[in-house]
């Protein structure tokens, strides 16, 4: 034999190839350990993803020793499966399992989750169930899909474009596959990546010896193996063994597996029986071997070692994966097959025998041309043994981690707080009339016009922007002070927020919010603006404001107004008015905590919405201006509840998504946006002042951090330079968009911090930034050794 194939001479031992794949991990730079979180069906369950599923664990546990595998098993209730205490379990048919899976997949510090897909295995109509899990996860996606639909049904296109808007990666098994992906599906290709279905590795040739061990020397064994269902297309191969016998009548036929439990379950035996049945008709009865029962990996192994010819006769060609042909193919068997997308792709090259569907004829053919030449069918064994080596589960393993480090977030690079950040972003959005409202890219979009939000936030900037000359803050203040002016609607009693391109309003009263944040940018105005003339105009359209406008309802809109009121006392004007706004304020919200308040859940409102620490920050700002110890004692409670909540396992800052704006009982992770940054910044501050507590301080360094990649997937928001801010992290990365609330948010973020740290004497300075850099939850961040020149304190709030 050798002498025929003296190729096979040069084919390495198991043992040997293993070693150099370990070898060449031990050889490659240390990575950090890595944690994944590993979603699929699971052994003992009988299916093909469970079998994939334990594999992926235990070769990565073989072969790349530094990332740690964490299994959530998806389950059927009372299935009665004993999983390994190591698997923890996830009813499918239950939306409120997927949402505990995601929170404890978060809190065990994942670094990547990878998701096995297959329609079936998931709860509800096309598995969309699914959504609950993957929205609910914040560490990056990886998604292999097992199944790639050539010609879906709405339901479960609408499920497949889903989880790609999720997926950082996708992973496939063929070509076939990614190309759908691509075009049917419109994946981005650079999330596409293919890794063929890993394969057992042992010696060529054992066939001899495998069919001695059961009992078939002298046999030519023919194998077709799987859980049995009209979809395997086994029929054909039975009319076909009249003619196969016929010139061989040494051959058996072994079919290997048990009768799919969902088809068990509807029909019983019947495929089975019809299958006898037809067999004694051909009378071919007594050349089949059936094994009714589910194989495990290593004795379908051995049953797979005494085969001659494996039959994959699949009627669906369009079967992207087939962990059985890559075993096969892997162990060197000749393969006949029809042509199902993965056959076409394995079995080229002469690898295999590719034949027509529901064509017993050409089965026939194939494997008669097959036993007929000896030579010919150990050629193609050969051949199919080299393939094999592209495929065995070192290789997979190898290529899976890398496709995990590829999915996790990059580590982040973070910037300094005393590096000021420049205001062209600031301007550039800006004209005659006001700030724009959004930008496609970095261009301001003039579709949609302006609003009060921004303006009246631009306008808080301008009173605390430390690189304006004063001609420039001048002009900017009285262009965005122009706005919040001409916003003003007397006749109603409110401000008006949207106005179009062309200085059109949009409205004539705007939310409530809008009218909370005019009011506290005009306190903020009157406690920092540097420019005397518009600090006057700024108390004299407050008292306008404050004795016309219609009662807020809103507490969010209230903590806004109040906050500005608060600015105003601490300006040093006695305004009962103001007064009066901050103490409804602070009474309303300790009122609403009495009435929220669980064991498990200290805030003011049943769902959590969007500036959340704005809440605490009026309690706390006016418990310590007011001297009302309750209120302070409330707003540091929930400012501390709320910073727990957004913070990762792993130490960074993980804000309220806007998908959980208004959702009961649990929240989303995305997408995070800069202004629940700045918020979290400035409570931090106001704790700080109020207390002395440097923890705050280091609450708000960690903050600042999101905003330059110490986020969820370690994108870089803020750039220095430009004072620009991207629109928010998403699941597959950041919102390339850099519109008005994002840029002010990071800018009016960074000026707050910046006072913060200028609050602590020199050395206290100089050690947090230092210990900040060494010691910060945040992983990864290293502020550098730089020193804070002294600066005066300041009394104010940010």
Not at 725 to 737: A, I, K, S, Y
């Amino acid at each position: 034999m050798t002498d025929d194939f003296p190729s096979l001479r040069d084919q390495k031992p198991s043992d040997q190839l293993v070693a150099e794949v370990v070898d060449l991990f031990a050889s490659e730079p240390r990575m950090p350990r890595l944690r994944v979180a590993l979603i699929g069906t699971y052994t003992p369950r009988r299916c093909g993803i469970a079998t994939f599923t334990c594999d992926i664990r235990e070769k990565l546990a073989a072969f790349v020793p530094d990332i740690d595998v964490d299994v959530y098993a998806l389950d059927q209730k009372d299935s009665g499966l004993a999983y390994e205490d190591h698997v923890r379990t996830i009813e499918a048919d239950s939306a409120q399992a997927y949402a505990r899976a995601a929170r404890l997949i978060n809190e065990s510090g994942a670094d990547v989750v990878w998701l096995q897909h297959e329609f079936g295995i998931f709860g509800g109509p096309d598995g969309d169930m699914v959504r609950e899990l993957v929205d609910g996860v914040a560490a990056p996606l990886l998604i292999t899909f097992h199944t790639v639909l050539a010609e879906p049904s709405a339901g479960q296109r609408a499920v497949t474009q889903h989880l790609l808007e999720r997926a950082s990666k996708v992973m496939v098994m063929s070509r076939h596959g990614a190309d759908l992906l691509t075009s049917t599906y419109k994946a981005r290709p650079e999330i596409v990546e293919i890794i063929e279905h890993g394969a057992p590795d042992r010696p060529f040739g054992g066939e001899e010896g495998a069919k001695a061990r059961m009992g078939l020397d002298g046999k030519q064994v023919l194998t077709t193996f799987g859980l049995l269902g009209p979809g395997k297309g086994l029929e054909q191969v039975i009319e076909a063994l009249p003619a196969i016998i016929a010139r061989h009548p040494q051959v058996v036929y072994r079919i290997l597996g048990a009768t799919h439990p969902v088809l068990l379950a509807r029909d019983g035996e019947s495929y089975r029986e019809g299958l006898i049945a037809r067999a004694q008709e051909l009378g071919v009865a007594q050349h089949i071997v059936w094994e009714n029962r589910f194989l495990d990996t290593d004795e379908l192994l051995d049953q797979l070692e005494a085969c001659d010819i494996y039959i994959t006769p699949y009627p669906n060609l369009g079967q992207s994966t087939s962990g059985t042909l890559s075993y096969a193919v892997a162990l060197g068997k000749a393969v006949v097959s029809t042509p199902y997308v993965h056959a076409r792709e394995l079995l080229a090259d002469g690898v295999g025998c590719l034949i027509d569907t529901n064509a017993p004829d050409a089965i026939a053919q194939a494997v008669n041309a097959l036993l007929d030449n000896p030579k010919a069918l150990m050629a193609t064994k050969l051949r199919a043994y080299q393939r094999g080596r592209q495929t065995i589960w070192p290789q997979f393993a190898k290529a899976g981690a890398a496709l995990v480090r590829e999915t996790m977030a990059p580590s982040p690079k973070p910037a300094s707080p005393q590096m000021v950040p420049g205001l062209s972003a600031v301007f550039a959005m800006s004209d005659a009339t006001g700030m724009l409202q959004h930008a496609v890219g970095i261009v301001p979009d003039r579709r949609h016009g302006y609003c009060l939000d921004d303006n009246a936030r631009a306008l808080m900037l301008m009173n605390v922007s430390t690189s304006l000359s004063e001609s420039e803050r001048m002009r900017w203040s009285i262009c965005y002070a122009a706005f919040v002016q001409y916003a003003w609607n007397p006749d109603k009693g409110r401000f008006r927020n949207f106005m179009n391109f062309d200085r059109t309003w949009c409205e004539t009263e705007g939310s409530e919010d809008s009218n909370g944040r005019a009011l506290w940018a005009l306190g903020h105005t009157v406690e920092h603006s540097p420019l005397p003339d518009i600090k006057a105009w700024a108390l004299d359209l407050f008292d306008t404001v404050l004795e016309g406008i219609e009662p807020l309802q809103s507490p969010r809109a209230m903590g806004f107004a109040a906050l500005g009121s608060l600015a105003l006392m601490r300006a040093g004007h006695r305004h009962g008015g103001a007064r009066d706004m901050v103490i409804d304020s602070c009474n309303m919200l300790a009122h609403l905590l009495d009435k929220t308040r669980r064991p498990d859940w200290a805030w003011f409102e049943a769902v959590l919405g969007y500036d959340n620490p704005r809440l605490c920050q009026v309690l706390i700002e006016a418990g310590h201006l007011l001297g009302e110890k309750n209120w302070l004692a409330i707003g540091l409670e929930t400012l501390d509840w709320i910073s727990r909540c957004q913070t990762g396992i792993q130490g960074h800052f993980r804000p309220i998504g806007s998908e959980s704006f208004g959702r009961q009982g649990t929240w989303q992770p995305f997408d995070q946006q800069p202004l629940e940054a700045q918020a979290a910044i400035e409570a931090a501050h106001s704790a700080f002042v109020a207390t002395g507590e440097k923890g705050w301080t280091d609450q708000a360094l960690q903050v600042y951090q999101w905003f330059f990649g110490a986020n969820d997937r370690g994108v870089v928001l803020a750039d220095i330079a430009t004072g620009r801010c991207r629109d928010g992290v998403t699941p597959r990365g950041r919102n390339e968009n850099s519109g008005a609330e994002s840029i002010l948010a990071f800018q009016l973020g960074h000026h707050s911090l910046s006072r913060l740290l200028r609050r602590l004497q020199p050395p206290q300075f100089t050690q947090a930034v230092v210990s900040t850099a060494s010691q910060t939850p945040i992983k990864g961040i290293n502020l550098g050794q730089t020193v804070a020149r002294p600066v005066a304190q300041s009394a104010a709030y940010s």
